[in-house]
C-alpha cells in the first residue's frame, strides 16, 4: 500500500516563500507528481520528480529525496492566486501494475 | 484545444435511479481513469482503462461501472446509486499509466 502525509493547512503572505512538505512509504517507488486544485475545480499538474534533486519551473520547484521518502513543493513570490490545495501523487507499483495515489492535499491560504 | 470533459457537471437523482457520467478526452490518449473526492479522503481511483476493451478495479470500485469501447471515451455507470455515492466525480487520461494525468472539469453528484 502506500502512504501519504502532508500538512492539511498552510498560511503565507503574498510575496513570500512557502515550502510544502509530503512524506510517502509506497511499494516500488517510480516517480512523484504534484498537483495544483483550486476550490470546485479539476487538478492541474504542477511537477513530476523521478531522480532525486530540484526541479525548477518558474516559481515553482519540487525537490525529491527517494531514500528519505520526502518531497517538497516549494512556491516563491506567492501571490493570491496562488491559494489552493496542493496535491501529491507519489506512483508506486502494486499487483496491477503502476499506481498513482494521491495525498488528501495541503490547503495553503495566502494573505495581504 | 485539448480538453477532457464530462457531463453533466451537476447532477441530482435519487437512490436507485440508475445513471451515466460520461467522459470524453481529445488528445487521443490510451490511458483513462475515474476518481471520486471527498472531504478528508482525498482523491481515491474508482476503474482505470489502459485502452480500449481493457478495464480494471480500482481503490473503490464498488458500486461503480465503466466501459471503454471507444479509445476517446469513458462512461462511469451508477447502477443503482445510494447516498454515499455522492461526490464530486473526476475522470482524467494520459498517453499512458507513467504520464502526467488530464484531469476534466468534475462532476458534483448528489444521491438523495
Known amino acids: 500500500g502506500q502512504n501519504i502525509d502532508q500538512p492539511t493547512e498552510m498560511t503565507a503572505t503574498e510575496g513570500a516563500i512557502v515550502q510544502i512538505n509530503c512524506t510517502y512509504q509506497t511499494s516500488g517507488f517510480n516517480g512523484l507528481f504534484w498537483y495544483q486544485q483550486h476550490a470546485g475545480e479539476a487538478p492541474t499538474f504542477l511537477s513530476y520528480n523521478v531522480l532525486d534533486g530540484l526541479e525548477e519551473k518558474g516559481r515553482f520547484s519540487s525537490f525529491l529525496s527517494r531514500s528519505k521518502g520526502y518531497s517538497y513543493l516549494l512556491l516563491k513570490e506567492l501571490q493570491m492566486k496562488d491559494s489552493a490545495s496542493y496535491l501529491c501523487a507519489p506512483r508506486g507499483v502494486t499487483g496491477g501494475g503502476n499506481k498513482l495515489t494521491f495525498g488528501t492535499g495541503t490547503q495553503l491560504k495566502v494573505e495581504l | 484545444e485539448a480538453q477532457v470533459t464530462q457531463n453533466p457537471r451537476y447532477l441530482i437523482t435519487v437512490t436507485g435511479k440508475k445513471l451515466t457520467v460520461t467522459c470524453s478526452q481529445n488528445m487521443n490518449h490510451e490511458y483513462m481513469s475515474w476518481y471520486r473526492q471527498d472531504p478528508g479522503l482525498g482523491l481515491r481511483q474508482i476503474y482505470y482503462?489502459?485502452?480500449?476493451?481493457?478495464?480494471d478495479k480500482g481503490d473503490v470500485p464498488e458500486g461503480y461501472k465503466v466501459s471503454r469501447k471507444e479509445k476517446r471515451n469513458f462512461p462511469l455507470i451508477l447502477e443503482s446509486p445510494s447516498p454515499n455515492q455522492t461526490s464530486l466525480y473526476f475522470c482524467?487520461?494520459?498517453?499512458?499509466?507513467?504520464?502526467?494525468?488530464?484531469f476534466g472539469p468534475g462532476t458534483r453528484l448528489l444521491v438523495l
Open positions: 482503462s489502459m485502452n480500449v476493451e481493457v478495464t
Open positions: 482524467a487520461s494520459s498517453w499512458g499509466i507513467q504520464e502526467t494525468q488530464y
